[in-house]
């Protein structure tokens, strides 16, 4: 997949004396006092380097908030006045692009529900030939390392020689713990093919819920990403979309002074093909045990099933097509279905220990 693809390093267009690059702002732009407020409380904090607001929005579902659209970005040009930081928002159509550009903001982000789509990302590349403007791009939805490539390609076919990565996680077919899925070998990869290209951590979307913001940013930044783009909204639970994962600028300040940020570069630290691999396989296991711990979270709900309808824990039927479909499973996958079948047998002894638990609690 090695393509060239030509990037200039980030203090090509963003000051951060060395730092990671951190763009904070609210997942969408509101009101202009909401814009100006948070703008301020960011400034003040002095932690950030770019202000990001949502303009138009993407949502999944229709009725959501879709945006203020144009009016909001007077509010934007008002807080980059007032603060000195520059500003940055999402364009999915060549529309968006015009009228950012018309209003002065400085960078432009590609979501992730756009970078899944060649056509779209192609008809912002046109809109963007010979305009000189720093483009972001999001993962797409779907884990495909392919497409995500696929959008640099055509923006940098475009001319822009300004750009970042922001991994932002993957969607999940289940309930898992996080809102979207870091996979964060994906990245890792990306960065490992095109190191020129600075990668940004997008804890805020990957977690979904605060509370797990500072573990996803520390992770981040252990693996040496460039740069954080997180949500910061004054009044976090009002705000009119992902209430549930934003932090006032504050509390952002005060999570942002607990992270470590380790000195060595991905240069060094990608020295070896053997420290390479060994990163790699620290990730798989971390996934590996995401995983576990979700199967577990059904584990429980099954439990409290049983529980409140009378059905004993242990089912033999049931244990005994695990026991076979695994064992398949493991052959169509290349694994040893013996060690595989060993590997369940462990998972099921936890499972049945957990249900038990889960049952006696009621009785007791
Ligand atoms: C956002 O940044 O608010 C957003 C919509 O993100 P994503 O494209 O990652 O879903
Ligand atoms: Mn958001």
Redesign the pocket.
Known sequence: MKANIDVLPLNTWVETDGKPLIIAGP?SAESEEQVIETAIGIKNNGFAHILRA?VW??RTRPGSFEGKGEEALPWLQRAKAETGLKTAV?VATPQHVELALKYGVDVLWI???TTVNPFNVQDLADSLKGVDVPVLI?NPVNPDLALWVGAFERIAGAGINKMGAIH?GFSNAQETKYRNSPMWQIAVELKTLFPQIPLIG?PS?MAGKRAYLAELTQRAMDLNYDGLII?SHRNPDEAWS?ASQQLTPNALAEMLSNIEVRKATYESDFQSELERLRQRLDNLDRELLEVLASRMAVVEQLGEYKRDHNVAVLQLDRWKAVHETRADWAKSLNLYPEVVEELFKLIHMESIRKQTEVMNQQNA
């Open positions: 997942c949502g929005k993407p999402e979501g992730a529900r999001k932002r997008d979307h949500e992902d």
